[in-house]
Structure formats: structure tokens, C-alpha cells
């Protein structure tokens, strides 16, 4: 599965001072980078999720996530954001880090619970949590994640 994410789906520093913020920026992202066509639509896919349950995790953080026919492939986008986000989350902890799934409509309940599974079983490790939150650069980024996507 590790055709998901490389260093150019990986953004340090985003500015986000909120939910809907950090998910129009993964929405622009997604267009920008040629998995998707169309902005509003996606955006409108991560607020259908969230409005059915927070994505907030633990340990600052989420994972939005987009199923909607406006993506054209499969992909993972991760953001580090410069300031925390307040984001409803399991442990009440703000947000410092979003790992989005962008799903087409069609692999809703295959590539879907797939990626998902992966990056939750990823997210409850708490070495690869530190990891993630400690490391800046793109390229060991996207190698962590899709290290963890890539795992059986």
C-alpha cells in the first residue's frame, strides 16, 4: 500500500487555527496535487465525516477522512500544524498532527477501512507517535507513515 503518501503529501508548519481550516487545506491540497476536481466537494465530504463523529484521536492527533466521488485515487496526506488545533479528540488533547484519507466513493469499504486500520494501528504506537510529532522533515515523514501503511 505504499503508493499512498510521499514527502510532497507531507506539509510542516500549516497554518490551521481551526477544524475547518486544516480541512480546506487538505481539500485545496488534494486538487492541487491531482487526486481530486473538485475543492468544495471534498471539503464537504470531511465535514459530512466529522458531523457523524470526531476523527480527533489520541495524542494530538486526527484523522480526517474524505470518501466522496470528487477523489480520483486513493491517498494520504499528512499535516503538522504550527499551532495546535482545537479538535474534539479521545483524550482531549488538541491537535498537532493530521493524517487525511482521501478515498474515492467507490472504494468507500475496501481501500477505505484498509488505510484506516493501518494508520490507527500506527497511531497507538507511542514510540511512532513521538516520531511523527518530533520529526520536520517531508521525506522521514512520508517514510514513517507509509512505513506503517506498508506493514502487514
Known sequence: MSEYISASHVFVGCRAGSIDEALGFFSEKTVELGYAT?????????????????????GGFAIPHAKTGAVKEA?????????????PSMDDVPVKCAIALLIPADQAGTT?????????????????????????????????????????
Open 75 to 87: 491517498t494520504v496526506l499528512v499535516a503538522k500544524f504550527a499551532d495546535e488545533i482545537e479538535w
Open 38 to 58: 473538485n475543492v468544495s466537494a471534498v471539503f464537504e465530504a470531511f465535514k459530512a465525516r466529522e458531523a457523524e463523529g470526531t476523527t480527533g484521536m489520541t
Open 112 to 152: 477505505h477501512l484498509r488505510l484506516l486500520s493501518k494508520i490507527a494501528v500506527l497511531l497507538m504506537d507511542s514510540h511512532k507517535r513521538e516520531e511523527i510529532l518530533n520529526e520536520d522533515d517531508p521525506e522521514k515523514l512520508a517514510a514513517i507513515v507509509d512505513k506503517g501503511i506498508s506493514e502487514d
